[in-house]
């Protein structure tokens, strides 16, 4: 089973600052990495699949890069939108398809 | 516009069984896989369990291998998960989600979720 570890848990950004989310795979998922959004309230929203291909409607302030083990979601000039917790999520080997723990974006 | 609706969720004792229902619309059904995910209070996001297309495969969690069956009815554009033996570890808000592709992936759309609770 492969093991997601996001990094940090907790980050805390000024609006108009960028953010930098890290994806740890415990063993290679190609690009196979997709990161969601959660709010809460409301569903996940996909913003990245295939690593670094952004979701239909994403804002271009949202990026995402990496391959094999190590992924980064990049948010450019953070929002106030833009708080909330984000998951990385492998659908390279499978089951399960595993999430990472997430990390927490609040405002500093 | 992609559309999913859960129901079936509600207050069960343990041991009991739940079957919950994933109607969708906006999208030709049969071409893209299903999962379903969920979230215990105060913790992070879990897949669940997949189905694709065809329905003919099927994908579980470990956490729940044996005692929750996927299914799906092409027919009526409705995902199905049948629960039993279930515990207070099953505890969430269950998801729905459409993937990107005939066999799981990246889920592109999500309903807004049904709550199990499993208590005596």
């Known amino acids: 089973e492969i093991v997601l570890t996001q990094s940090p848990a907790t980050l805390s950004v000024s609006p108009g600052e960028r953010a930098t989310l890290s994806c740890r795979a415990s063993?290679?998922?190609?690009?196979?990495l997709a990161w969601y959004q959660h709010k809460p309230g409301q569903p996940p929203k996909l913003l990245i699949y295939s690593a670094s291909t952004r979701a239909t409607g994403i804002p271009a302030r949202f990026s995402g890069s990496g391959s094999g083990t190590e992924f980064t979601l990049t948010i450019s000039s953070l929002q106030s939108e833009d708080f909330a917790v984000y998951y990385c999520?492998?659908?390279?080997?499978?089951?399960?398809?595993?999430f990472g723990q997430g990390t927490k974006l609040e405002i500093k | 516009e992609v559309h999913l609706l859960e129901s079936g969720g509600g207050l069960v004792q343990p041991g009991g069984s739940l079957r919950l229902s994933c109607v969708v619309s906006?999208?030709?059904?049969?071409?893209?896989?299903m999962t379903w995910v969920r979230q215990a209070p105060g913790k992070g996001l879990e897949w669940v369990a997949g189905i694709s297309g065809s329905g003919g495969s099927t994908y579980y969690a470990d956490s729940v291998k044996g005692r929750f069956t996927i299914s799906r009815d092409n027919a009526k554009n409705t995902m199905f998960l049948q629960m039993n033996t279930l515990g207070a570890e099953d505890t969430a808000l269950y998801y729905c989600?459409?993937?990107?592709?005939?066999?799981?992936?990246?889920?592109?759309?999500w309903g807004q979720g049904t709550l199990v609770t499993v208590s005596s």
């Open positions: 989600a459409k993937d990107s592709s005939v066999v799981p992936a990246a889920s592109h759309s």
């Open positions: 906006g999208f030709t059904f049969s071409s893209y896989a």
């Open positions: 999520q492998q659908y390279n080997s499978w089951p399960p398809y595993n």
């Open positions: 063993q290679t998922v190609t690009d196979n």
